[in-house]
């Protein structure tokens, strides 16, 4: 991936979306903060002034593309826009404690979320707690310490596009491996961003 940073990208509907952002952002707590954020993805998703930049349907060969959209200066959260090519997804991860609010944008992913059982050293025991397909218009949220899933684009021919809210920008995260059985090992992973022109 490429390290480039693209704070602020122009799109149809950009201040429209980012002042709907803002106001749910200044809602409270994090529980006030992300349920008011799923909300308003869901309205953005679905409000046909906006629409998202056109490089954001793009897949790339061989990774699922981050593309970072806007950074507030104000609040400090980050929006993410992640292109998932057709079998594309990720492994078991963390949000590196922040919390996220997450709304698919065109297509369809695969959500499964995990429990973490029992640690030992940078050995963790998960277990699959629930899974979800979801489509266009739909949103969750991530609150640490339920933070653990993986997400992917189950589909053989269709690119799916989701849109990640972040407290701040995620740069690094631990990603999971699996060892045997509900055992997985720990890899600390920095995150970079794709180009978004």
């Excluded at 046909?48 to 349907?57: E, F, G, I, N, T």
Aim: proline share 6%; aromatic share 8%; glycine share 8%.
């Amino acid at each position: 991936m490429t390290a480039t940073a693209q704070p602020d990208v122009a799109f149809a509907g950009h201040d429209k979306f980012i002042a709907a952002i803002d106001a749910a952002v200044g809602s409270g707590d994090e529980h006030a903060v992300t349920a008011a954020l799923r909300n308003t993805l869901c309205e953005m998703i679905r409000d046909p002034d906006v629409h998202l930049p056109a490089c954001v349907y793009e897949p790339i060969e061989d990774h699922y593309a981050r593309r970072e959209i806007y950074r507030s200066p104000e609040h400090g959260y980050s929006i993410v826009a992640m292109t998932w090519g057709p079998g594309q997804g990720t492994p078991v991860h963390d949000h590196c404690g922040l919390w996220c609010v997450e709304g698919v944008w065109d297509g369809q992913v695969e959500i499964t979320q995990f429990e973490l059982l029992e640690r030992d050293g940078e050995r963790f025991r998960f277990r699959a707690a629930g899974g979800m397909q979801a489509g266009p218009g739909s949103a969750g949220s991530l609150i640490p310490p339920h933070e653990y899933h993986t997400i992917c684009n189950a589909s053989d021919d269709r690119v799916a596009v989701s849109v990640h809210i972040y407290k701040a920008p995620m740069e690094h995260c631990s990603k999971f491996v699996r060892d045997h059985g509900e055992w997985y090992l720990r890899a600390e992973t920095c995150l970079s961003v794709d180009c978004a022109a």
